[in-house]
């Protein structure tokens, strides 16, 4: 499998959750990690904390949809695996994220940030496992 790169896409991705992490800390005093985002939504301490992760959250799913509206296609998205690895897969991530109190989003890119040093040793354990992940399912397992 040939993996891509795109500078120019990756680089105003990269701008544009910057700021949107900036903003929410800035505006709500909130850390923009997806996975306490959703966890907050789903259990909301009230109704004001409710309104802005469900703004958030919609704006995640609606954004494909406005690149759709902007150039009449839906982004192109490869997933070569099967729907089991990916259900094994989520379920490991949701396992690492209980365990490293938080997920990428929050520990890379707000807690790094704030020069967290628990974010730090967080963010290298998430990226030592995923090149030790990506060399085993490529290079010894061939998938």
Known sequence: METTFTPYASLAGGILIGLAAVLLMLLRGRIMGATGVLAGALRPASRYDFTW?????????????????????????????????????????????????????????????????RSFAATGTFMLTTGITVYIVRHVLGL
């Open 53 to 117: 992760r469900a703004l958030l959250l919609l704006g995640m799913f609606t954004g494909p949809w406005i690149y759709f509206l902007a150039t009449g296609a839906l982004p192109a998205i490869e997933v070569p695996v099967s729907t089991a690895m990916l259900l094994i897969g989520g379920f490991l991530v949701g396992i690492g994220v209980t365990l490293g109190s938080g997920c990428t989003s929050g520990h890379g890119v707000c807690g790094m940030a704030r020069l967290s040093p």
